[in-house]
């Protein structure tokens, strides 16, 4: 008995080394078991503008436009219109490149206690202004956010703000087609509250800029923002719309279906002519 036992052991302890030596790792009786998706109605990536284009005041208005719409009531009546009656969320700031951070992780909301919670994480965190306007930066950092979500929604949206088009980092163009292949809707916010002159970055158009190169997906819609006294009221109904599923007829872009109005790569040829790189 104690031969077989010897004999077995054995045998296991070679197949474990022989695993290992090829890089495998031996099966367990105890495997991990991966926590369940919990279902939601709509998964939402809140992308916002942070670049240096964007002043101090802008900056408040355009937080306390957030921090509004989370937490008002007809956010709360989109969210428990739904199927599930729940909806997750992330909120993130970006400017160039490579720089992206996120303020608020992945929250579920379904009530106004964890709207509320949701909020104040985002009224907490310190304001901050970066360099450079990287679009397609925002778009590559968001994509791979859904995957580590821990929820299954049945709307996948991004909803992007910008004051200006792309000017550094990779092209917005590839990573849109990149993301809305993968089934997710890109929803635009560009704020359009500059005046475009030669001392700036600006372009009179970015509201036919993000109809033509950012969004994209089922439903995709932009809503412009041309007023200080219409930025809260806009991220409020835009929000409301996303959550509910409804889309404003008036603003559906088919992106792909027909040739760009404006260059999508307007912001990197500006910044080309101003500073030779």
């Not at 052991?9 to 890089?23: E, V, Y």
């Amino acid at each position: 008995m104690r031969f077989r036992f010897f004999l077995v052991a054995s045998a296991a302890a070679l197949t474990a080394a022989l695993l290992a030596t090829l890089g495998l790792a031996a099966p367990s009786r105890f495997q991990l078991v991966q926590a369940p998706v919990v279902p939601v109605d709509t998964e939402l990536v809140l992308a916002v503008d942070v670049s240096y284009s964007m002043d101090p005041e802008e900056q408040q208005i355009q937080r306390e436009g957030y921090i509004e719409a989370i937490t008002s009531r007809e956010f709360m009546s989109a969210i428990r219109s739904g199927s599930h009656g729940k909806v997750a969320m992330t909120y993130f700031e970006w400017a160039g490149p490579g720089d992206q951070k996120i303020i608020v992780p992945w929250r579920m909301i379904e009530g106004p206690e964890t709207a509320d919670a949701f909020a104040g994480e985002i009224a907490r965190a310190p304001y901050r202004r970066a360099s450079r306007t990287s679009l397609g930066g925002a778009l590559m950092f968001a994509k791979p956010l859904f995957a580590a979500s821990g929820f299954r929604g049945l709307r996948r949206v991004v909803d992007v703000s910008g004051d200006g088009p792309n000017n550094s980092g990779p092209l917005v163009e590839p990573q849109r087609d990149d993301i809305v292949a993968s089934g997710i809707t890109i929803n635009g916010l560009p704020l359009m509250l500059n005046r475009p002159s030669t001392f700036s970055m600006d372009i009179a158009n970015l509201d036919v800029y993000f109809e033509d190169c950012v969004i994209g997906g089922p439903g995709a819609f932009v809503i412009a923002v041309k007023d200080r006294a219409q930025f809260k009221e806009a991220i409020r109904a835009k929000l409301i719309l996303e959550v509910a599923g409804h889309v404003p007829p008036a603003r559906i872009v088919p992106v792909q279906a027909r040739k760009p109005r404006i260059s999508c790569t307007i912001g990197e040829q500006m910044w080309r002519d101003r500073w030779g790189n």
